[in-house]
Every structure is written in C-alpha cells, then in structure tokens.
Nanobody
Framework: QVQLEESGGGSVQTGGSLKLSCVASGSTFTKYCMAWFRQAPENERERVATLEWEGTTSYADSVKGRFTISKDNARNIVYLQMTSLKPEDTAKYYC????????????????????WGQGTQVTVDS
C-alpha cells in the first residue's frame, strides 16, 4: 500500500506559479502510474496530468503548456509545476497512484485509482 501526501498549495495571483509535491511512502512507486487530479466545489473531479513510470506524460487540454508533471524516483516525490495560473485553476488538488498503466487507467475512467492523498488547496485570485 502506498501512502501519498500532497503539499505546496496556497493562494496566488492570476498569472502566478505554484509547485505541488506529492510524497509517496510505504512502497516503492517506481513502476506506478502517477497522476494529479483536481476538484472544485460543485464540479466533478478532473484528471489534470499523468506520468507513466517510463516517463510518458499526458495532460488535460485545459492545462497543456502551463502545467508539468515530473518525479524524483530517488526521493519518491511527484511534482506538479503550475504556471500562468488562472482563476479557473482554483480547486483542491489530489495526487493518485496506481500499479496499472496510465494508458489503461485513462481509458477506463470508472476504475478507481488504488491510492489517493488528502489533497492540497490551490486558490487563484483574479
């Protein structure tokens, strides 16, 4: 079982940047699919970015070119670098991990991801 803990959220002005971190513990996550999701009040949860163990990434259209997902295998940390932030990026951001492939998880959105963090709030002021 993998435990995930997010940090790095906060309040920022429109156009600003934040870098979220997700520390994984309890198991090696070298070959897991890692992902960031977000959920704003009254909205459905949205998959923001995924990172396959071999490095393949995917992004929601709404964040392409602005967000970057990466990881540090030695420290078991996954990052989400967010730039050019907009008010519509305001949400609680969650880290998720699954031993399945990212491609499979993306094409089977009803399948529950195996591991979730508690989330970190990001607020972008206009």
């Amino acid at each position: 079982q993998v435990q995930l803990e997010e940090s790095g959220g906060g309040s920022v002005q429109t156009g600003g940047s934040l870098k979220l971190s997700c520390v994984a513990s309890g198991s090696t996550f070298t070959k897991y699919c890692m992902a960031w999701f977000r959920q704003a009040p009254e909205n459905e949860r949205e998959r923001v970015a995924t990172l396959e163990w071999e490095g393949t990434t995917s992004y929601a259209d709404s964040v392409k070119g602005r967000f970057t997902i990466s990881k540090d295998n030695a420290r078991n940390i996954v990052y989400l670098q967010m730039t050019s932030l907009k008010p519509e990026d305001t949400a609680k951001y969650y880290c998720a991990a699954d031993p399945g492939s990212c491609e499979w998880m993306i094409t089977h959105p009803r399948v529950r991801w195996a591991n979730w963090g508690q989330g970190t709030q990001v607020t972008v002021d206009s």
